[in-house]
């Protein structure tokens, strides 16, 4: 079986799209999110539009999760696919771009004009813990 760690390099280093969670006015509101992950996966990175909801919301409430998966939409997921979910307790908006940007760019190097819109954000969510679920196990991986 493969360990935690493991699956975590393997699903954040080859998928490109998280669905971001965040609460805004007592409501949930999700949204797909190209991201980008540091090397030693305590951090994510995303960009967004400064004029969103999603970006009011995290403004208002800085809680936020990003759910990962790497389905294939194949009878074969029931068994393979995983669904890690990034649980983070800060997200903030980086003045200093330069290599939270450069991480973004070389995971989306075709986002470079979005990245540069004066009007968009480049969003750092500080991952405090990962859970990892399968169709029949989950587990935790606390970053410390």
Do not use: W
């Not at 030693?40 to 403004?59: M, P």
């Amino acid at each position: 079986m493969i360990q935690a760690e493991e699956l975590l390099e393997e699903v954040l280093h080859t998928q490109y799209f998280a669905v971001l969670n965040t609460l805004g006015e007592g409501l949930p509101y999700s949204n797909l999110v190209s991201f980008a992950v540091t090397e030693d996966l305590r951090s994510l990175v995303f960009v967004t539009n400064r004029n969103t909801r999603k970006y009011r919301n995290i403004q208002e409430n800085g809680s936020i999760s990003l759910l990962i998966d790497n389905r294939t939409n194949r009878p074969s997921d029931v068994s393979h696919a995983i669904a890690i979910t990034a649980i983070g307790t800060s997200c903030e908006e980086i003045a200093n771009k330069g290599r939270l940007q450069a991480i973004f760019l070389s995971r989306h190097p075709n986002l470079k004009q979005f990245v540069n819109a004066p009007d968009n954000a480049i969003m750092l969510v500080t991952v405090h813990e990962y859970i990892i679920a399968g169709f029949d196990k989950t587990q935790r991986v606390v970053m410390t």
